[in-house]
């Protein structure tokens, strides 16, 4: 196995013991891969929760770059939604786990089809 199915199988740990979902493995691993390099940096491959910014951009970059959704309010929503979800106390919030929630709130599979 190779780091990216390390990370993957890291990933899929988290949404089964911190989450209480059980993964869909093959979007999972679609998720990771569109998240490209930033899995193995220490700083990228995680979202820091309590900085406004950084949520920010996982909406502007995320939600309405990747997904396609509509600016809103629903969509901090959601990924208050996500954060709660994680844990709040959950230090290292993964973003491909963060990611494949968001995609499976707005049922938005299909982008990674």
């Avoid at 990370?7 to 979007?27: E, F, Q, R, S, V």
């Avoid at 920010?56 to 629903?74: A, C, M, R, Y």
């Amino acid at each position: 196995m190779g780091k990216r199915d390390d990370l993957i199988a890291t990933y899929a740990d988290d949404l089964k013991n911190k989450c209480g979902m059980t993964p869909d493995m093959d979007l999972l691993t679609k998720v990771t891969i569109g998240c490209g390099p930033a899995i193995y940096d220490a700083d990228a491959s995680t979202v820091a929760a309590t900085q406004a910014s950084e949520l920010e951009t996982v909406k502007d970059n995320f939600l309405v770059k990747k997904l396609g959704l509509s600016d809103g309010p629903e969509l901090m929503d959601a990924i208050n939604s996500v954060m709660e979800t994680y844990g709040m106390s959950e230090r290292n919030k993964y973003r491909a786990v963060v990611y494949y929630m968001l995609t499976k709130h707005f049922g938005k599979e299909s982008v990674y089809g």
